[in-house]
C-alpha cells in the first residue's frame, strides 16, 4: 500500500510557541534551530527546539514555494516517526509573512535535547563499553526508519542528539526521503549534505544525469558506519584528510576508505563491521545485521 504523506496531519501549535534567546543554537542544511518555549493546552511550560528557515531561502516566490513545501514535507515525515531513539517531534507553528508573497512560514517544532549532539560530546565518552552502547543505540533508530521506508539521507554525528538518559536520537530530516510514498517527491539538483559521512556514489554516480542521485538505504549504511566509526574512536572519518578536494578524491576512488592506522581504539571487530558498510553499492548489509553483530559480539547493549 503506497503510504500518502499529503493526508498526513501535523499539530498546528502557532500561537502557542515562542522563539528565546539572540542567537540560534545550531545550524542546518537549509534552517536554524533557536531555543523556545511552547505553552501546552493544560497550561504547562516545556522548553522546545525551533527550527526557523533562512530568509535567503525566502528571496523570491517561486524559491518560497519550493523551500516551504520541502519543509512541510520534513514535517510530515518527521510525524509519523515514534521511536526512542528519534527525536521527538511536536509540530509546527506558523510565523510570520517574510518578502511579502502572502506565505505564512512554517517552523519546526521539537523535544528540546540539553545535552546537545552526539558530536558535542564525543570527546567526554573515555568508556568504550559506553560507545558501542551509543552505536547500538544510534543502529536501532535507524533500522526503525529503515523498517518504515525512511531514508535519513544525512547521517553524521551532528544529527544525533542525546536525551537526558544518555541515549541518541536521530533529528534533522531535511534530506530525508519516504520509499514508495506519494503526496510528496524530492529532487536534487546537486548533491547535498555533508561530503566526510556521504557515500561515494551520491557524489560520483555511474550514470549521467543533470540531477544528483538521491539517498537510498544502502547510502544510509554507509553514512552510518562513518558515524559509526566517529562514535568508536572519536575521531572523524577521513582524519587525515582536510580540504573538500582531497576527501572527494580520496572518497571517489575505488578502495578511497578512512585508513585503518588512523583508528587504533577501534577493536578489530567492529572494524570489520564498519568496513562493511563502505562496500561497494548493494554489497553493503542491512542495518539489522549490523545490530545483530554487535549483540553477538557484545551481549547486553541494547540496556
Request: hydrophobic letters at 40%; a positive charge.
Amino acid at each position: 500500500m503506497t503510504f500518502n504523506l499529503a493526508n498526513v496531519n501535523v499539530l498546528d501549535l502557532t500561537g502557542s510557541v515562542v522563539k528565546t534567546g539572540n542567537h540560534a543554537i545550531g545550524r542546518g542544511n537549509f534552517a536554524d534551530v533557536w531555543k523556545g518555549l511552547h505553552t501546552e493546552w493544560n497550561g504547562r511550560v516545556t522548553i522546545v527546539a525551533v527550527k526557523i528557515l533562512r530568509p535567503a531561502l525566502l528571496s523570491d516566490r517561486r524559491l518560497a514555494t519550493k523551500t516551504i513545501r520541502k519543509i512541510l514535507r520534513e514535517a510530515k515525515v518527521w510525524s509519523t516517526l515514534n521511536h526512542p531513539n528519534v527525536a521527538q517531534f511536536k509540530g509546527v507553528c506558523y510565523g510570520q509573512d517574510i518578502g511579502g508573497y502572502g506565505y505564512y512560514i512554517p517552523y519546526l517544532v521539537s523535544v528540546f535535547y540539553e545535552r546537545r549532539t552526539l558530536k558535542d560530546n564525543l570527546e567526554y565518552i573515555q568508556n568504550d563499553h559506553q560507545r558501542l552502547r551509543l552505536l547500538r543505540k544510534f543502529f536501532s533508530g535507524l533500522a526503525y526508519l529503515h523498517r518504515n521506508n525512511v531514508i535519513h539521507g544525512d547521517l553524521k554525528p551532528t544529527n544525533v542528539l542525546l536525551d537526558d538518559s544518555f541515549n541518541p536520537v536521530l533529528t534533522d530530516f531535511g534530506l530525508s526521503r519516504v520509499l514508495e510514498a506519494s503526496g510528496f517527491t524530492t529532487t536534487n539538483i546537486k548533491a547535498v549534505g555533508t561530503f566526510r559521512y556521504m557515500a561515494r556514489e551520491l557524489m560520483n554516480p555511474t550514470h549521467h544525469s543533470t540531477t544528483a542521485p538521491l539517498p537510498t538505504v544502502q547510502s544510509d549504511v554507509w553514512s552510518a558506519g562513518m558515524t559509526g566509526l566517529e562514535i568508536l574512536s572519536g575521531l572523524m572519518p577521513y582524519a587525515d584528510k582536510t580540504g573538500d578536494a582531497e576527501l572527494i578524491y580520496c572518497i571517489c576512488q575505488q578502495r578511497g576508505k578512512p585508513s585503518r592506522h588512523l583508528y587504533p581504539r577501534v577493536q578489530n571487530g567492529t572494524w570489520s563491521m564498519l568496513k562493511a558498510c563502505w562496500a561497494d553499492e548493494g554489497m553493503r548489509p542491512a542495518v539489522s545485521e549490523l545490530i545483530r553483530y554487535l549483540d553477538k559480539l557484545c551481549p547486553g547493549l541494547q540496556y
